[in-house]
């Protein structure tokens, strides 16, 4: 089932950006677009922005984990289980009349079909529950992409708190034993 949703880049009026097709909730689409602009985009949401947005012919019918490339392996296998698949635009599309189809532009105009709205701002991510609002709370670009965020449409509303809960707590390796040193090793071999 799809949860259609668009990335989109803030105007002086609202949005403009692309529609996607799957995946849509918060608990999916943002650990992916923060790991994301933090590692494959280098902090740049300008060519995190050209590249979802203004890349795309038509749509996305969903993002891969190829937008994860340069991430930690960890962070990986936390995010996806593992599991890869790429980015896929949307090509199966048939227009009634035959004609070729043409790219969907989303704006805070034309939203209203869809569930939620993910806005890149240079400060974060400002996530719009299109059920509830017309702005969102804005994600921080440093939040930790493993942040649990809630799916919950209502919770998504300007100036409330950002619906989310901290990341598990990763358990530091234990320490390695100190290696013994020159004198201790010679003593030991008397």
């Not at 984990?65 to 698949?85: E, I, N, Y």
């Amino acid at each position: 089932m799809s949860t259609g949703s668009c990335i989109a880049r803030p105007t002086e009026t609202g949005y403009t950006g692309i529609y996607v097709h799957f995946d849509g909730y918060p608990s999916g689409r943002l650990p992916l677009l923060l790991a994301a602009y933090q590692h494959r985009f280098a902090h740049d949401v300008e060519a995190m922005s050209v590249h979802l947005i203004d890349q795309v012919a038509i749509a996305w019918d969903e993002l891969g984990t190829d937008l994860l490339d340069g991430a930690p392996k960890s962070l990986v296998k936390r995010l996806t289980g593992g599991q890869r698949w790429p980015s896929r635009e949307m090509d199966d599309i048939i227009t009634s009349d035959g004609s070729p189809p043409e790219r969907v532009v989303i704006t805070e105009v034309n939203s209203s079909s869809l569930s939620w709205g993910y806005v890149l701002h240079p400060a974060g991510i400002e996530v719009i529950s299109l059920y509830a609002a017309d702005r969102g709370p804005i994600v921080d670009w440093n939040t930790d992409p493993r942040t649990r965020f809630s799916d919950s449409p209502y919770l998504w509303l300007p100036g409330h708190p950002v619906p989310a809960s901290r990341p598990p707590r990763t358990r530091p390796a234990p320490a390695a034993p100190a290696p013994a040193s020159p004198a201790t090793r010679s003593a030991a071999h008397r």
